[in-house]
């Protein structure tokens, strides 16, 4: 079956720290993946995606991914955190499921910047 | 350029009523997709519309419907309204068909039912 796993529902950081938000996936054929963020009573926004090409992937806001085939993980990282990066994050794949190709999300992982 | 647009954004129904919620997409954008989020199920694929057809359809019974106009604004209905579908319903659009394609999310529209 056509998975996307967030394995952390939530991920705690100090400002100025690094941060990684985890993302594993199950497909079969070539993963398109793609990362999006959710504020508070708002839509989603594009992070960034991996179609094909470099494995590391550099997006809006600072954020980069890395796409390891090996392990079929597309983890989510930022160099240095800020306050207002805290917000909900969905890691997706393109995927064929029962016929029909759709964008299927993760359970999404809450990311808190502390001061 | 206006992002992805859905009305109404808040609304409150009965069990029983019906509902339909409204999406105009980016100007030039001809795909469609909605979603239904809920805290216990996450992101749900709804449907996909492409030049009036519906390509693509998620696991949600048929009081879920949706239908795309000529000029690719769509709307989804959802009949015999029970309160489990109490959710966010988010519409997103894209330019085409390609799979590589990220989604436009527009703000959602909020559905109560009591």
């Known amino acids: 079956a056509q998975s996307v796993a967030q394995p952390e529902d939530q991920v705690n950081v100090a400002e100025g720290n690094p941060l990684t938000v985890k993302c594993t996936y199950s497909?079969?054929?070539?993963?398109?993946l793609f990362w999006y963020v959710q504020y508070p009573n708002r839509g989603l926004q594009f992070l960034l995606k991996?179609?094909?090409?470099?494995?590391l992937v550099k997006g809006s806001y600072g954020f980069e991914a890395e796409f390891n085939k090996s392990q079929t993980s597309f983890h989510l990282k930022k160099p240095s955190a800020l306050v207002s990066d805290s917000a909900l994050y969905f890691c997706?794949?393109?995927?064929?499921?029962?016929?029909?190709?759709?964008?299927?999300f993760g359970a999404g992982t809450r990311l808190a910047v502390h001061p | 350029k206006a992002g992805v647009t859905q009305t109404p954004r808040y609304l409150i129904k009965t069990r029983g009523q019906q509902v339909t919620l409204s999406c105009s997409p980016i100007?030039?954008?001809?795909?469609v997709s909605w979603y239904q989020q809920t805290p216990g199920q996450g992101l749900q694929f709804l449907f996909e519309?492409?030049?009036?057809?519906?390509?693509n359809k998620g696991n949600f019974p048929g009081r879920f419907s949706g239908r795309q106009f000529s000029n690719s604004r769509s709307e989804m209905n959802v009949s015999t309204l029970e309160l489990g579908d109490s959710a966010l319903y988010l519409c997103a659009s894209t330019r085409g068909t390609t799979n590589t394609g990220e989604l436009f999310f527009g703000e959602g529209s909020r559905l109560t039912v009591l």
């Open positions: 991996y179609i094909t090409g470099d494995n």
């Open positions: 100007s030039g954008h001809r795909s």
């Open positions: 997706a794949v393109r995927a064929l499921s029962g016929g029909y190709n759709k964008l299927i």
């Open positions: 519309y492409f030049s009036e057809t519906q390509r």
């Open positions: 497909v079969s054929g070539n993963p398109y």
